[in-house]
């Protein structure tokens, strides 16, 4: 099922490891425009797969996958499970409540501890911004990066990317990369390590991403990573192919960033009126999990034939599948991915 020696794109990027010669996935920043689109390339086996009735392929077995979350999670979480466990590995969950990180544990002595447990890859979501690139550095496998504090979420990145590539090539568009089209993110930028990875991704496959918030809610300086920078949600949607919205995250906030949630939703929510702004065929995206009625109106969330949302769903599964299969090619010996580069 998996193609593990050689790619039908070769020419895409360059063959056997050199098309990924990473051994953790931090985030997209430190991703080539060909090594994103190896990822998603090599995703769409695992679509395939997950569309089948018999869900299930045996690469990984006898490895082990850790999924070590220091933050709450549900559906990324869920997310890694699932791909693991079809790839046949064992997956391992390690909840930060009923960890020893909660009895004074240093993040490094976790680490170590996880290391001496001989697992085959490590999946870490954690508050603060760099700790996964603290753990990769103290471990002997794959880390993948499940969210850091207000740093990246390159899975998310991922998935998004290769939703919408899925909807595009549905509605006959050629959709290789994104090169021409414009992409809307709204919400609580500031926090978002979401948007950070999107940004990235959407526009190192060629889009125009306009981020668009409340001052208070827009990080000073994001102009410098090549975003279109609004505060008018109107404006930002003018002739936009993509709406992606974002949720405010009130649990990282320390004091009031918006005057309400009513207020907040006249001025940033998308509804079905708003919308309109944007291209007659623009597609409507959310990360999750989603506040109905704040940042989003139901009847846009679940609009037929715009609404992408369930498929984001979907194709974290894919994306996550990918991410460990990859990154453990070395450990299990593929040909052609001996050694990094």
Known sequence: MASTETSPHVARYPAGAKAFPHRDLIGIGQLERHEILFLLDEAEQWVTLNRQPTKHNDLLAGLTVINAFFENSTR???????????????????????????????????????????????????????????IADKVDCPVLNAGDGQHEHPTQGLLDALALRHALRERGEAADDFTGLVIVI???????????????????????????????????????????????????????????????????????????????????????????????????MHPGPMNRGVEIDSEVADLIDRSIITRQVEMGVAIRMTALEVLTRRGRGVAGWGAAT
């Open 186 to 284: 709204c919400g609580d930028i500031l926090h978002s390590r979401v948007a950070r990875s999107n940004l990235l991704c959407l526009q190192a496959l060629g889009a125009t991403v306009r981020l668009c918030a409340p001052p208070a809610l827009m990080p000073t300086g994001i102009e410098a990573m090549g975003a279109e920078v609004y505060h008018d949600f109107d404006a930002a949607l003018d002739g936009a192919d993509v709406a992606m919205m974002l949720r405010l995250q009130t649990e990282r906030m320390s004091g009031q960033f918006i005057p309400s949630a009513r207020e907040y939703h006249h001025l940033y929510g998308l509804t079905k009126q708003r919308l309109a702004n944007a291209k007659r065929d623009a597609l409507v």
């Open 76 to 134: 990324t979480l869920l997310s890694f499970e699932i791909a693991g466990k079809r790839l046949g590995a064992d997956v391992v969950n390690m909840h930060a409540a009923t960890s020893s990180v909660k009895k004074g544990e240093t993040l490094i002595d976790t680490a170590i501890t996880l290391n001496a447990m001989r697992a085959d890859a490590i999946v870490i979501r954690h508050g603060s911004s760099g700790a996964t690139q603290l």
